[in-house]
């Protein structure tokens, strides 16, 4: 169907293959430090496992980017209060543009112009299909099921979209039943530092040494 198709930005783009396309019209690479996706680091995409990134970013409101690699780009959810590990917590999790390979280590401050703020690793690792379709398929039916590797995160974690008011960028993102499992556990309050620098948002906010566009 046509109109569901074209409701669908982020969908769309991935069909027709120029998933950075919305990415790089969003943003000026003169004035911002995050990279262009024109060339990809070798040590992220000759990767044998897909990877997933989480980026604390404190934007005009602070959340939480969780982005997996799916083929050559990072698809990617705004999650307003980040994961949970209580299955019975679902999670907001609003779709956003394809960001390139490369954004998952960007940490750093980005100064003006779109997502102005200070951006955080706050986990970083790699990830697991667990259904039998692929991640393309998953992706297109809003049934994604993935068991994540990564410093912070571990364990099963669903991504299904809803069709709440009739948009399709609206998912949930539901922490599965497994051993990593907690009601207690709430790792986006506990543990506030970088995954891959150790350092807090003030620190990144405030390191002198923070990649910083004027
Ligand atoms: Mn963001």
């Not at 120029?18 to 000026?28: G, P």
Request: aromatic residues 8%; charged residues 30%; contains cysteine.
């Amino acid at each position: 169907m046509l109109t569901i198709a074209l409701g669908s930005e982020g969908y769309l783009m991935a069909q027709k293959r120029e998933a950075l396309s919305t990415y790089r019209s969003k943003r000026d690479f003169t004035k911002t430090p995050e990279p262009s996706g024109k060339t990809i680091k070798k040590r992220l995409s000759s990767r044998k496992k897909p990877i997933f990134v989480i980026q604390e970013h404190q934007a005009s409101h602070l959340h939480y980017d969780v982005r997996l690699q799916i083929g050559d780009v990072l698809v990617s959810w705004a999650v307003p209060k980040g994961p949970s590990l209580n299955p019975r917590v679902k999670r907001l999790a609003v779709q956003t543009e394809d960001h390139p390979i490369d954004y998952a280590d960007f940490e750093g401050i980005i100064k003006e112009g779109y997502g102005a703020g200070t951006v955080m690793v706050w986990d970083i690792g790699t990830y697991k299909n667990i259904k039998d379709e692929s991640m393309q398929e998953c992706l297109k039916q809003g049934q994604i099921e993935v068991e994540l590797k990564g410093k912070k995160l571990e364990g099963a974690f669903a991504f299904v979209r809803t069709h709440y008011a009739g948009s399709k960028k609206n998912w949930l993102m539901i922490k599965m039943k497994d051993e990593f499992a907690s009601a207690k556990k709430n790792p986006v309050s506990s543990q506030k530092r970088s995954a891959l620098t150790d350092r807090t948002m003030k620190q990144i906010k405030d390191d002198k040494k923070s990649k910083v566009y004027e």
